[in-house]
């Protein structure tokens, strides 16, 4: 009885002529990656706002997507590398300079160079141990340094992308049964793994 209606035909208008057919679409919600929103006069996407706002104050991201929870990971972790960096500069600052006062005066006694760690070495040799160790170490905190701000970075622009997803129950995978088109013969017996969404 609902056939009859008009209105409940609603998905297919004919337009012109036998073959013409307009199909009655329905409108989709954007996609986060190209809604645009201003940035400094720039029109940029969510998930760029996002990575260019923690590329210039580190956490900064996070705060963009309101994932204010991970703001103690985000200064704890750049502050640990921040703090290795900066006790393996200091102790190389410290042994550059003693080296450099032993060369200015090689009959210098080691005990007398300045600074605590430098002065309690033995010999001129473990004084340029403790330059490679303290420049080698250093230079592998500068590395660190970046790699955790790089993934603060990494972790705001993901963040963003995945704003939107949809994770509530009505998701699921499933093994079903399913007859597998074989040509030229009879279809065989086979599983389907289907996802169905909302």
Request: hydrophobic share 40%.
């Amino acid at each position: 009885m609902a056939a009859l209606w008009p209105s409940a035909v609603s998905a297919q208008v004919v337009t012109a002529g036998s073959d013409s057919v307009q199909v009655a679409s329905r409108p989709t919600a954007a996609d986060s990656a190209r809604r645009t929103e201003r940035l400094l006069g720039m029109r940029v996407t969510r998930p760029q706002k996002a990575a260019l706002l923690a590329l210039v104050l580190p956490g900064a991201g996070q705060v963009y997507n309101r994932r204010y929870w991970k703001l103690p990971l985000v200064y704890g972790g750049l502050g640990g590398v921040g703090y290795g960096l900066y006790f393996y500069q200091t102790g190389y600052r410290e042994y550059a300079d003693g080296k450099n006062q032993l060369i200015a005066n090689p009959d210098m006694d080691i005990s007398k160079l300045e600074g605590k760690r430098v002065s309690q070495e033995t010999s001129a040799a473990n004084v340029q141990r403790g330059v490679n160790f303290y420049r080698r170490n250093r230079d592998t905190f500068i590395a660190y340094t970046a790699v955790v701000y790089g993934i603060t970075i990494l972790d705001a622009l993901v963040d963003a992308h995945l704003r939107n997803f949809d994770v509530s129950d009505d998701l699921s995978l499933r093994l079903d049964p399913a007859l597998l088109p074989n040509p030229g013969q009879a279809p065989r017996a086979g599983l389907a793994l289907t996802l169905y969404v909302k």
